[in-house]
């Protein structure tokens, strides 16, 4: 069981407590009507899985219902660390 | 990673422009009978004709106004409108609660509050919160579908280690701390307001199960049901 750390209630919880929304970090194109279907159809299907440091979204659901975001390392599970939406990862891959 | 790395947030001025509401207020009146989610359960009965004396009491606190007060704390006029008709601040420090005499406010996110009241006052609570407060907010009377229960006595922590995987030593949940968590496979907002007394926030559709469920954790304690 792990303990993730939620920087809304700024404290460390069960991991019961969360749910992971899959990969961060994806912009909605601001004109889908003049999307390509390949641009649309990457927006809504396409997602990495990358082996090692994956930016993700996940929500405290039965905490605060607040969504934030966690670098982990999909080899390990290791959390890198926790940072809010609207801030940006401070551990990023070095190559990609 | 993409460069938009966040939504913009409407401004307090673009919130204020919002279209009036329409208001109702849910008490029908003295001539109908309410009832709690714990109806069924007669917990009148219970305390008549059950144990007296027991590791664990339970209480249902029935009937109360429940409000979700929602703003930003960025919004000023939000933070200074609740605090003008509450007679308190909102507190702002997570996990954090905050009462003065029939009014009790819980932190439950960083723009998100429960204040809970005499049940005849949730209206008229509603209404001086809208008047004072201006802005991008909410507010949201939600009575009908959640209770306040209170555990107490020696053995009611015992009772919550089973229930929740939050740790509710005394290290870590202080009188006055307010966590929203997993609770028997339900959740609930858990308030401790007392060396022995634990306040929780369960949902109207969950209190069947969750009464079925306190009665059995509580057995090998003793339970003693308070009316
Ligand atoms: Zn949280």
Redo the contacts between chains.
């Keep these: 069981m792990l303990l993730i750390y939620c920087p809304h209630c700024g404290e460390h919880r069960d991991e019961e407590e969360f749910h992971s929304k899959g990969q961060a970090h994806i912009a909605r194109p601001l004109d889908p009507d003049n999307c390509t279907d390949k641009e649309w159809g990457e927006y809504l299907f396409f997602r990495k899985n990358p082996r090692g440091l994956h930016h993700e979204l996940w929500i405290h659901a039965t905490g605060c219902r607040k969504f934030f975001n966690v670098t982990r390392d999909t080899v390990s599970y290791e959390i890198k660390e926790v940072y809010k939406i609207g801030e940006r990862p401070s551990v990023v891959a070095t190559a990609s | 990673?993409?460069?938009?790395?966040?939504p913009t947030k409407p401004t307090a001025e673009q919130g204020a422009s919002a279209a009036s509401i329409a208001l109702m207020d849910q008490l029908a009146g003295p001539a109908v009978r309410a009832e709690s989610p714990l109806y069924n359960a007669d917990l009148a009965t219970k305390a008549r004709q059950g144990a007296k004396t027991g590791g664990v009491t339970l209480q249902e606190h029935k009937l109360l106004g429940h409000l979700v007060i929602r703003g930003s704390q960025d919004n000023a006029a939000f933070l200074a409108g609740a605090q003008a008709v509450l007679g308190f601040d909102l507190p702002t420090q997570?996990?954090t609660s905050a009462e003065s005499g029939a009014l009790s406010v819980r932190w439950?996110?960083?723009d998100?509050w429960l204040l809970i009241a005499p049940g005849r006052e949730a209206f008229d609570l509603e209404n001086r919160l809208r008047e004072a407060m201006s802005g991008h907010i909410a507010i949201v009377n939600v009575s009908g579908g959640q209770t306040v229960l209170e555990l107490s006595g020696p053995d009611a922590r015992a009772v919550l280690k089973k229930s929740t995987?939050?740790d509710v030593h005394d290290s870590n949940f202080p009188v006055g701390k307010v966590?929203?968590?997993?609770f028997a496979k339900s959740?609930a907002v858990i308030r401790r307001t007392g060396e022995q007394n634990w306040e929780l926030v369960i949902r109207r559709s969950f209190a069947d199960y969750l009464w079925l469920w306190l009665q059995d954790a509580s057995a090998e304690y003793g339970l003693v049901v308070k009316d």
């Design positions: 990673m993409s460069d938009i790395i966040a997570p996990l439950i996110a960083p998100e995987p939050y966590v929203t968590s997993v959740q």
